[in-house]
C-alpha cells in the first residue's frame, strides 16, 4: 500500500504531467497560428507523451491499491513572443519537472518505497532526454536567429516528428 503522503505526491505529479500535456498542446495552437506547422506538430506530439506520462501515474497508483484524485488543470499561457521565447519555456518547464521527479523519488527513498522508487526511475531517465531535447531546439533557434530560411528548415525538420507509443501496451500502457 501506498502512505497517504505517497499516494498525494503521485497524485501531484499526475496533475503536473497533464499540465505538462496541456502547455504543449496551447503551444501547438500557438505555432499552427503563426504558420509554423512542424513546430505545431512538434508540439502536439509531445502533448501525447505528456498525457502517456499522466496515465502512468494513473496506472500505478491503482495498481498499488491506491486513489487517483484528479485535481484542477492550471490554464496554460496561449500567446509567446517568438519561437524562441516558447522554447525558453519548454526548456524551463522540462528543468522544473525534473525537480518534481527527483524530489518525488526521494521521498520514496526515504520511506522506504522502493517499488515507487523504481517506477519513478524510467521519469528520471525521460526527463534526461526531455531537457535534451528541449534545449537542442533552443540552442538551434538561438543559431537560427531572424534567419527566415533557418527558421522554415527548423520546421520542416520538427515536421517529421511521429509519436511513439509504449512498446505494445497502447498510450495508456504501463511500460
Ligand atoms: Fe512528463
Ligand atoms: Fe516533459
Known sequence: MLTPDMQQRLNNQLNAELYSSYLYLSMSAYFESADLGGFANWMRVQA??????????????????????LQPIEGPATE?????????????????????????????VAESDHATNSFLQWFVNEQVEEEESANRILRNLKLV?????????LDRELSQRVFTPPAAEGEAGAA
Not at 145 to 153: A, C, V
Open 80 to 108: 509567446w513572443k517568438s519561437p524562441t521565447d516558447a522554447f525558453e519555456e519548454v526548456y524551463g518547464h522540462e528543468q522544473k519537472v525534473t525537480g518534481l521527479i527527483n524530489a518525488l523519488a526521494s521521498s520514496a
Open 145 to 153: 536567429g531572424s534567419d527566415g530560411t533557418g527558421l522554415l528548415m
Open 48 to 69: 501525447r507523451e505528456e498525457l502517456m506520462h499522466a496515465m502512468k501515474f494513473f496506472d500505478y497508483v491503482n495498481s498499488r491499491g491506491g486513489r487517483v484524485a
